[in-house]
Structure formats: structure tokens, C-alpha cells
């Protein structure tokens, strides 16, 4: 037998031993979804797909174990990290609630290779040094935009910017009270732009926002998905929001500006290439891309 069905069906039986709403199977190549297509669970526990967008948009097999499938982030991050972003992506298609108790199975990023079998209680499983709790961003209306901006951010964490390294913060909603608590660092390179111009759906926005992601200070989009300004110091930087001391001045910014408003700041690390998500003065999670393949 393959060991990916020994893997898989294991990872069912725990499933169903442990109450688990659903497994998550992550995958990254046509051939793992044929595998997937002729794979006769013994368990019958829904199984979704975590599939990077060149396979969710070509997917034409009858995966009839599956209900749904998910998106994966398209670059290489830590095993945790993949899982936490498939959780995000989970919650915002209304697959799975922030409450629920999921099995994971993976194996190294890009690899046909199933050895990781995890269970997580969304509700428990996080600890204070790798936190996740998206609850609070449930209420927000943004989460899409959140999770664009996310896919930057991570890009940027990764890869850099030409080679080097990129360190940055990006605030997202509530975009009226973030610029009262805030002024220019340097010229607004988006002011004077029609709205449309300046959605981040657009291909050339996601790419100014990467070039400009090296200018001092945070760069602000709106709830709907609308870059409002760029090099954008916060004045929230000194505000006692609680976080852990040894932290930055940049993820302390971004944590003071979310103390005050109702906006959410997502901080690239220069130094780790980690993403922060913050609200409410409180970090809510950390995703870690690996930084292989950028060069320094």
C-alpha cells in the first residue's frame, strides 16, 4: 500500500477517535490529486484539500472523498505556518468555525511526501509565543482584504525586495481614524489617484505596495481594498499595548495603532521574514515563510 493512504488513513482514525469536524490533506502536485481521485477512505471524516492556486484552478478530477478545497499559500513556509494559513483561508470560505478541532496531514513544503500528522483545537492548540485566535477579526468585514494583504506581506518575507531583505507594517481598515492617528513620512505616492486605480486587486498596485514596502513608516489600505498611503508614520509607537518586551518599534507601532482604532496591522520582520498579524493591541498570529530563497 502507498504509504500516503497508511499516513491518511491513520490520520482519519485519529480523526474520528479525537471528534474532529474534518482532516485537512495538503497536496502540491496533479499527481498527489490523482492519488487523491482513487484513495477509498475506510473512515468516512471529510477531507478537504489544501491546494496551491495552479491546482485548485485546474482541478478536474472527481475527488469524491472531498467536499471542498482550500488555498495554500503559494510559496515554501514552516509546517505550522501552512497550517495556521489554511486555517485563516478555512474560516473566511465558512468551511470550518474558529472553534473547531481539525486533523492535519503534511509533509516538506513542495514534496509528494506525506510524515506530519497534527491535531488542533482552535479554541486551545495555540500558545503565547505562536499565537492564533482570528475570533476577534470575525466582526471586522475585511477579512479577504486581510488575507490579500497577508499574501504580500509573506511574499515580501520570503523573497525581499530585489535581493534584500524588506521589513514593513501594514494597517488594513478603520483607514479614517488611522490617518488622524498618523502623519506623512514622505509623499503620499498614492494621493491624487481615482479609487480604482489604487485597489489592490489590481497586479501593478500588489507590485508598488512590494516597492514601496522599503520606504520608512506603514503603508495604509482600507477595508474594501484601497491603497490610501505609503510611507505613513504611526503615532501610537510608545503606547503600552501589552505585547511582549524585546519586540521592535515596528511591531510596536503596529500594535499601538490597532490599541486606538479598529484597523489590523500585518508586520513583515526584516530580520526573520515573519508575518504578525495585530488587533486590539494583541498580537494574533505569527506565519513564517522560509527565507531559503531569498538572497542577503
Known amino acids: 500500500m502507498d504509504l500516503r493512504s497508511v499516513v491518511l488513513d491513520s490520520a482519519l482514525d485519529l480523526a474520528q477517535k479525537a471528534e474532529c469536524t474534518r482532516v485537512f490533506l495538503f497536496l502540491d502536485t496533479t499527481a498527489d490529486l490523482e492519488w487523491l481521485a482513487a484513495f477509498s477512505p475506510a473512515i468516512s471524516i471529510a477531507i478537504t484539500p489544501v491546494l496551491p492556486d495552479r491546482l485548485l484552478a485546474g482541478q478536474n478530477l472527481n475527488l469524491s472523498c472531498c467536499t471542498t478545497a482550500i488555498k495554500a499559500w503559494a510559496g515554501n513556509q514552516s509546517r505550522f505556518s501552512r497550517i495556521k494559513y489554511a486555517f485563516l483561508q478555512a474560516v473566511i470560505d465558512g468551511i470550518i468555525s474558529a472553534d473547531d478541532r481539525v486533523v492535519c496531514v503534511l509533509g516538506p513544503s513542495g514534496k509528494s511526501h506525506l510524515d506530519t500528522v497534527t491535531v488542533h483545537d482552535l479554541a486551545r492548540s495555540w500558545s503565547e509565543e505562536f499565537p492564533f485566535d482570528i475570533r476577534p477579526l470575525l466582526d471586522s468585514g475585511n477579512l479577504h482584504t486581510i488575507m490579500a494583504i497577508v499574501d504580500i506581506a509573506l511574499d515580501?518575507?520570503?523573497?525581499?525586495r530585489e535581493g534584500k531583505a524588506v521589513g514593513t507594517i501594514f494597517v488594513v481598515g478603520d483607514s479614517t481614524e488611522v490617518m488622524v492617528h498618523s502623519h506623512q513620512a514622505v509623499f503620499n505616492p498614492f494621493k491624487g489617484y481615482e479609487l480604482s486605480e489604487r485597489a489592490i486587486t489590481r497586479p501593478e498596485v500588489v507590485e508598488s505596495l512590494k516597492e514601496l514596502a522599503h520606504l520608512d513608516g506603514a503603508i495604509v489600505i482600507s477595508a474594501d481594498g484601497v491603497?490610501?498611503?505609503a510611507g505613513r508614520h504611526l503615532d501610537a509607537g510608545g503606547r503600552d499595548t501589552g505585547i511582549a518586551h524585546g519586540l521592535g518599534a515596528r511591531h510596536r507601532a503596529a500594535a499601538g495603532?490597532?490599541?486606538?482604532?479598529?484597523a489590523v496591522s500585518i508586520v513583515v520582520s526584516e530580520s526573520t521574514g515573519k508575518?504578525?498579524?495585530?488587533?486590539q493591541g494583541m498580537a494574533l498570529a505569527t506565519l513564517e515563510p522560509l527565507i531559503s530563497r531569498r538572497i542577503v
Open 156 to 160: 515580501l518575507g520570503a523573497l525581499g
Open 227 to 229: 491603497a490610501e498611503a
Open 257 to 262: 495603532i490597532t490599541a486606538i482604532t479598529n
Open 275 to 279: 508575518v504578525t498579524i495585530f488587533h
